[in-house]
């Protein structure tokens, strides 16, 4: 894992010896402003000698005079808020290479936007050099200067956040003969229970026993079993409950039903759900959050085999409905759909889940906007969360005329419809719904709310702020926040 130590520092930065000086700009009608009290009165007229505009994603590097560091500018656009300065330190950090230390000046009478400098930094300070024979230096420390306590900063927040990210990012990034669903469950435990978590690992056998037919089937082309994480985090006092459910294929070769080669690779990706589930629930007990999280992380490995299932076969359900698959590929709600029924079985107060769920979901919102559905209520939660932490998602709708087109003539359900174009992201919707329990002596259904991160969770475009090509860490920020935000109420 790759974070860098992050500590805070009352010195001003002109003082610093660091490698390099992070500072930040605004875009103006007269030139870019540099947010600095003091010891760089030279470096706006470096700007405008250079043509510096200030804007987002910009960064201009100065010598420093007379041995002092390099001084970096990085812009943040027109306004310098916590999302626009985020998103400017994590260009910069994604830029910077070669340095051990960094110091970072942001004058600011808002301790927000100095923390967000810092978590963007820390953010864009990833790098993941399992494989490489010759490793990118990652940046060791990064200081900000700041007259700001650690605790008007929220110092412990921002280091755990960072850390939960760079872990989904190392999960997410590893290669895919080196992650299986019984390794990935075992790093989870570790994970887990070094934060004081209790966690329960289901075999095979213990899946065959408690009735977890999708993830058993979907598990079993492969030689390399299914696993079903439970991860319990329950501080004392707490008095609201939330499940969060996380879709773990370490591999999806699209079974029996079986990808083109080209739309194979990347498949090591299909886990980013669990992988955000995950951290963001170890990042709430670091924080030592007061809410109750229980996270199920469905793991298993979707191969061809004489052992694999076939378009036709039946699976029975955790709750005893029967599915029949008439398309193997579309395995993630197989996996979910008995991971929903069990979070649901323990009647908590809200259920998220989180998956690389649908190609759907990249034709209708791209590659940095993630589909979101479920119930208004905690839709609109989630959505709130999300943009708090700048994260981008999108409310879809949940046909119920969709239904229809997960009749099967032989089971309950069907888990796709071949043969006719449908709007996939929300047929995947649609049948997860089916599996969402019901309040107790009721027909109210537990709130759920279903994130689709086919494409945020993978950025395969142009580097944008804190984002490098590859795994993003997508959703974890948005869960830490929601878990947040519950609490409170």
């Known amino acids: 894992m790759s974070v860098p130590e992050l500590l805070i520092q009352d010195s001003p930065p002109s003082e610093s010896r660091a490698d390099v000086v992070l500072l930040f700009a605004v875009a103006g009608d007269d030139g870019p402003s540099v947010l600095v009290d003091g010891g760089f009165e030279w470096v706006p007229g470096a700007l405008r000698r250079l043509r510096a505009k200030g804007a987002a994603d910009e960064l201009v590097r100065l010598p420093g005079l007379d041995g002092a560091p390099v001084v970096a500018v990085a812009g943040a656009g027109s306004t310098a808020t916590p999302d626009s300065v985020r998103l400017a330190a994590g260009a910069a950090l994604r830029r910077l290479a070669d340095i051990d230390e960094v110091a970072i000046g942001i004058a600011t009478a808002d301790p927000t936007v100095a923390a967000a400098a810092l978590e963007g930094a820390a953010l864009g300070a990833y790098r993941y050099n399992a494989y490489r024979s010759e490793p990118v230096h990652p940046v060791a420390r990064i200081a900000l200067h700041t007259p700001f306590g650690d605790d008007e900063i929220g110092l412990a927040r921002v280091r755990a956040v960072a850390g939960a990210v760079a872990r989904t990012k190392d999960l997410v990034n590893a290669s895919p003969s080196d992650l299986s669903p019984e390794v990935l469950a075992s790093i989870a435990v570790d994970q887990a229970t070094a934060l004081g978590i209790d966690a329960r690992v289901l075999d095979e056998a213990a899946l065959a026993e408690g009735g977890f037919g999708g993830i058993l089937g979907v598990g079993q082309g492969s030689v390399r079993g299914p696993r079903l994480v439970r991860l ?44 955000a589930v995950l951290g963001a629930v170890t990042a709430l007990a670091e924080v030592g959050a007061p809410i109750a ?66 190609g759907a979901q990249q034709v209708a919102l ?38 229809r087109l997960l009749k099967s003539d032989v089971a309950d359900y069907t888990n796709s419809k071949l043969g006719q174009v449908v709007p996939g992201m929300l047929l995947a919707g649609v049948f997860l719904q089916e599996f969402v329990g019901h309040r107790e002596g009721g027909d109210e259904r537990i709130p759920w709310a279903h994130l689709d991160i086919a494409g945020p969770s993978n950025n395969t475009g142009p580097a944008w702020g804190f984002t490098d090509a590859g795994p993003t860490g997508v959703a974890v920020r948005t869960l830490i926040r929601l878990g947040e935000s519950l609490a409170a109420k």
């Open 293 to 358: 999280v229980t996270a199920w992380l469905c793991l298993a490995e979707n191969m061809p085999s004489g052992e694999a299932i076939r378009p036709n076969d039946v699976l029975r359900m955790k709750n005893g409905a029967t599915v029949e698959v008439v398309n193997t590929d579309a395995e993630g709600r197989l996996v979910l759909a008995d991971g929903l029924v069990a979070a649901g079985d323990e009647q908590p107060d809200a259920i998220v889940d989180v998956a690389t769920l649908t």
């Open 232 to 275: 319990d985090y329950s501080p004392e006092g707490a008095t609201f409950r939330l499940a969060l459910v996380g879709k773990g294929i370490t591999f999806d070769s699209g079974g029996l039903s079986l990808k083109p080669a080209a739309s194979m690779v990347g498949m090591k990706t299909d886990m980013a759900g669990a992988a």
């Open 366 to 403: 791209g590659q940095r906007i993630s589909g979101l559905m479920g119930d208004e209520a905690l839709v609109e939660q989630v959505r709130a969360a999300a943009r708090e932490v700048d994260e981008a998602v999108w409310p879809m709708p949940l046909p119920g005329d969709l239904k």
